[in-house]
């Protein structure tokens, strides 16, 4: 979930906001819920643009990262999570019809001693309690979705591609010859196929050296030097035993 607050010199005149963080369960991150809120905001401000000049806006948020990221002269690439909303906010940045100045402000300073807080930070804590009371409402809206500012999608079987466009075409291209594959062979039913938590093997394997990874990989795809397999590769005469 994520929430903004729009505000001029005083908190007389404001307008606040809420919104879902597009996408599926797994995509979800405070990476990405800032990029949600910040989308959001730009998107309202673009039907304010004035009648002459070009104003600024201060955008305070609380995801160094993010600021990081929409700040860099570097391209959005596909290979990068979340492209799809970075490449929209920054759309939305030099189209919006402001100057946008962005700045970070510490989130969470409610917590811990008490003490006097500037008003960025005041607004913070009151965007993350809107983004809060989000949480408890029912989305009810599609789950195919444009994006202003991102005139292009791409869905796999799994819903919309965020992260990791490369693994998810591979996956979604070769995953179901993999999968007949490994029925065929008599090494993997399709119960057990669906049982097993690939996403948190895939996190566990990365986490060991390349050696490791192709020694595990030979291992459970029985891809080593036993008779049989010498004999496959033309080193043996016979698959038994020297």
């Known amino acids: 979930m994520a929430a903004w607050i729009i505000e001029g010199q005083t908190s007389t005149n404001r307008v606040t906001g809420a919104c879902y963080t597009p996408g599926q369960m797994e995509d979800h991150s405070s990476f990405r819920s800032e990029l949600a809120s910040l989308l959001s905001l730009l998107y309202t401000l673009s039907f304010w643009k004035p009648p002459t000049g070009i104003p600024t806006c201060c955008i305070a948020c609380d995801g160094q990262s993010v600021i990081n990221q929409l700040s860099s002269p570097q391209p959005i690439e596909l290979t990068e999570p979340h492209f799809d909303l970075l490449q929209a906010v920054r759309t939305l940045l030099n189209t919006c019809g402001f100057i946008i100045k962005l700045v ?92 097993i938590d690939w996403s948190s093997f895939r996190h566990a394997l990365r986490e060991l050296p390349q050696s490791r990874q192709h020694w595990v990989t030979k291992m459970v795809s029985s ?15 016979s698959s038994n035993c020297p």
């Open 104 to 195: 970070f402000v510490c989130g969470h300073q409610d917590t811990g001693v008490p003490t006097v807080l500037m008003r960025d930070a005041y607004l913070n804590i009151e965007a993350d309690t809107l983004a809060k009371c989000k949480i408890v409402e029912e989305y009810a809206g599609p789950h195919h979705y444009c994006l202003p500012g991102y005139k292009w999608a791409c869905y796999t079987a799994q819903g919309r591609v965020v992260k990791q466009f490369d693994a998810s075409l591979h996956l979604q291209i070769n995953g179901p010859q993999i999968k007949e594959y490994w029925k065929v062979k008599a090494r993997l039913t399709n119960t057990a196929f669906e049982a």
């Open 223 to 237: 891809h080593f030097g036993h008779g049989k397999n010498m004999v496959r590769w033309q080193q043996w005469a």
